[in-house]
């Protein structure tokens, strides 16, 4: 998810006193299984958790009027607030656009005509689509729950024409009104693809941030007593960082009228995940920070910004981007990745789960060696991969002679152990 495992717990951890069982539980059921309610879950235990070191915390308190938001909170001083918080993603759009759905079954469908993973370039076309109050971009592809059909009764069928006659590279081009793309299938290990940013939004009321704030305005922020806002969280959405040009509507447009349009509300914050690419020399590292907007109706207490600001800037430092940590939430088990590895001389870096998994037969040693791209002895040299080091060790007839643990802290995924190998031992080598 997009903060550590490590800090989802001490947060859990800060937020049990100001909860029911029930409450406690509900919260841990839905973090502990995969799915969609996942991300929205750990976003709401984070706020929570900043909120309630900064003053008094009640969870889902039953107000006068009978709604329940997600926080009541009282500041020292005795400022309230009440607010939702909810998490905001481009599913929907995805859905209407099913581009990465119709990528993946073409490569399972295509399997069945006898070709490998890979050498897919798909580019898929777009038009305009007329909405209440502008025109948004859709790409030109069937319905989501059609597509499987379309690919087998479409696709195959003049692939493996092609096929029949000895083509090769096989390419198709469609144009018509159900469906626009070119679809080439080449050799090479890897797949390509082009289609239009349909998820940039073009209408400032028609799109899932204003969506999900105007769902909060319309149900347990309606007619509360005090003041009351929306707490908008990062669950992979463009339009939460949309910024200003010809073509897009940005956020702040959009929670600009979202405000003119919900004068209940006192304020909107978003929190969402910010990534900045490092220099060319780092490859593909980026660098991810919680990053913070938020808007206020006039006359809001002055405080409230201080506030606000302060809760954002109290949040556990990201591990996963949004996009990442969307589909992480949808697995199973503890999240990808284990701890670091090094090599150094007779030394060597490991994290402690690898060899904890190898032990408990979870993971095998050519799991190991494939992970790392190491090989066996046993196998033919090889410029491209090491010989696992474990294995190299063995051979020589040493045995780690120091076995030190180095803790990672909140945001490791694991511990390290750091081992270093002794001399030949004559218990298992030559004499000498």
Same mark, same amino acid.
């Given at each position: 998810?997009?903060?550590?495992?490590?800090?989802?717990?001490?947060?859990?951890?800060?937020?049990?006193?100001?909860?029911?069982?029930?409450?406690?539980?509900?919260?841990?059921?839905?973090? %502990?299984?995969?799915?969609?309610?996942?991300?929205?879950?750990?976003?709401? !235990?984070?706020?929570?958790?900043?909120?309630?070191?900064?003053?008094?915390?009640?969870?889902?308190?039953?107000?006068?009027?009978?709604?329940? @938001?997600?926080?009541?909170?009282?500041?020292?001083? *005795?400022?309230?607030?009440?607010?939702? !918080?909810?998490?905001?993603?481009?599913?929907?759009? &995805?859905?209407?656009?099913?581009?990465?759905?119709?990528?993946?079954?073409?490569? =399972?469908?295509?399997?069945?005509?006898?070709?490998?993973?890979?050498?897919? %370039?798909?580019?898929?076309?777009?038009?305009?689509?007329?909405?209440?109050?502008?025109?948004?971009?859709?790409?030109?592809? @069937?319905?989501?729950?059609?597509?499987? &059909?379309?690919?087998?009764?479409?696709?195959? @069928?003049?692939?493996?024409?092609? #096929?029949?006659?000895? #083509?090769?590279?096989?390419?198709?081009?469609?144009?018509?009104?159900?469906?626009?793309?070119?679809?080439?299938?080449?050799?090479?290990?890897?797949?390509?693809? $082009?289609?239009?940013?349909?998820?940039?939004?073009?209408?400032?009321? #028609?799109?899932?941030?204003?969506?999900?704030? #105007? =769902?909060?305005?319309?149900?347990?922020?309606?007619?509360?007593?005090?003041?009351?806002?929306?707490?908008?969280?990062? *669950?992979?959405?463009?339009?939460?960082?949309?910024?200003?040009?010809?073509?897009?509507?940005?956020?702040?447009?959009?929670?600009?009228?979202?405000?003119?349009? %919900?004068?209940?509300?006192?304020?909107?914050?978003?929190?969402?995940?910010?990534?900045?690419?490092?220099?060319?020399?780092?490859?593909?590292?980026?660098?991810?920070?919680?990053?913070?907007?938020?808007?206020?109706?006039?006359?809001?207490?002055?405080?409230?910004?201080?506030?606000?600001?302060?809760?954002? *800037?109290?949040?556990?430092?990201?591990?996963? $981007?949004?996009?990442?940590?969307?589909?992480?939430?949808?697995?199973?088990?503890?999240?990808? *990745?284990?701890?670091?590895?090094?090599?150094?001389?007779?030394?060597?870096?490991?994290?402690?789960?690898?060899?904890?998994?190898?032990?408990?037969?979870?993971?095998?040693?050519?799991?190991?060696?494939?992970?790392?791209?190491?090989?066996?002895?046993?196998?033919?040299?090889?410029?491209?991969?090491?010989?696992?080091?474990?294995?190299?060790?063995?051979?020589?007839?040493?045995?780690?002679?120091?076995?030190?643990?180095?803790?990672?802290?909140?945001?490791?995924?694991?511990?390290?152990?750091?081992?270093?190998?002794?001399?030949?031992?004559?218990?298992?080598?030559?004499?000498?």
């Amino acid at each position: 998810m997009i903060f550590s495992r490590r800090a989802i717990q001490r947060m859990l951890d800060d937020i049990k006193p100001a909860l029911t069982s029930k409450q406690y539980l509900q919260l841990l059921k839905k973090l %502990n299984f995969a799915g969609p309610y996942r991300l929205p879950a750990m976003w709401e !235990v984070a706020v929570m958790a900043q909120l309630a070191k900064m003053g008094s915390l009640i969870h889902e308190k039953r107000l006068p009027n009978g709604k329940r @938001p997600d926080v009541f909170f009282r500041a020292q001083n *005795g400022f309230e607030l009440v607010a939702d !918080v909810t998490t905001v993603s481009d599913k929907g759009v &995805d859905k209407h656009n099913p581009y990465d759905e119709f990528s993946r079954i073409i490569e =399972e469908e295509k399997r069945t005509l006898g070709l490998g993973i890979g050498g897919v %370039n798909l580019e898929v076309r777009e038009e305009p689509e007329v909405m209440r109050e502008g025109t948004r971009r859709r790409l030109r592809l @069937p319905p989501h729950a059609q597509l499987r &059909d379309y690919v087998r009764t479409r696709i195959l @069928p003049e692939l493996k024409r092609q #096929q029949g006659s000895g #083509q090769w590279p096989l390419e198709m081009t469609v144009d018509d009104e159900t469906a626009s793309f070119r679809l080439k299938i080449a050799d090479g290990p890897y797949s390509t693809a $082009s289609y239009g940013s349909y998820d940039r939004p073009t209408i400032v009321r #028609q799109n899932p941030l204003f969506y999900k704030l #105007q =769902e909060k305005a319309d149900g347990q922020l309606r007619d509360v007593p005090v003041l009351a806002g929306v707490i908008a969280c990062d *669950g992979d959405c463009v339009a939460m960082k949309s910024g200003r040009d010809h073509s897009v509507v940005s956020t702040d447009q959009i929670v600009k009228q979202f405000l003119i349009d %919900n004068p209940h509300i006192g304020f909107v914050l978003i929190l969402s995940v910010k990534e900045r690419q490092r220099s060319w020399a780092d490859g593909n590292e980026v660098d991810l920070s919680i990053d913070h907007q938020k808007w206020m109706q006039p006359g809001t207490p002055a405080q409230l910004k201080t506030l606000l600001a302060e809760l954002a *800037g109290r949040l556990p430092a990201p591990v996963n $981007s949004a996009t990442n940590a969307a589909y992480r939430a949808l697995e199973k088990g503890f999240g990808r *990745g284990h701890g670091k590895f090094g090599m150094g001389g007779r030394s060597m870096q490991i994290g402690a789960r690898h060899v904890m998994e190898i032990l408990a037969g979870v993971r095998t040693v050519e799991d190991f060696n494939r992970n790392f791209g190491f090989r066996s002895l046993a196998e033919t040299d090889d410029v491209r991969r090491m010989p696992n080091p474990f294995e190299v060790a063995l051979s020589e007839g040493r045995l780690p002679a120091n076995i030190t643990i180095e803790e990672t802290g909140e945001n490791g995924r694991d511990h390290v152990l750091n081992i270093e190998f002794g001399a030949p031992d004559p218990a298992l080598s030559e004499f000498r």
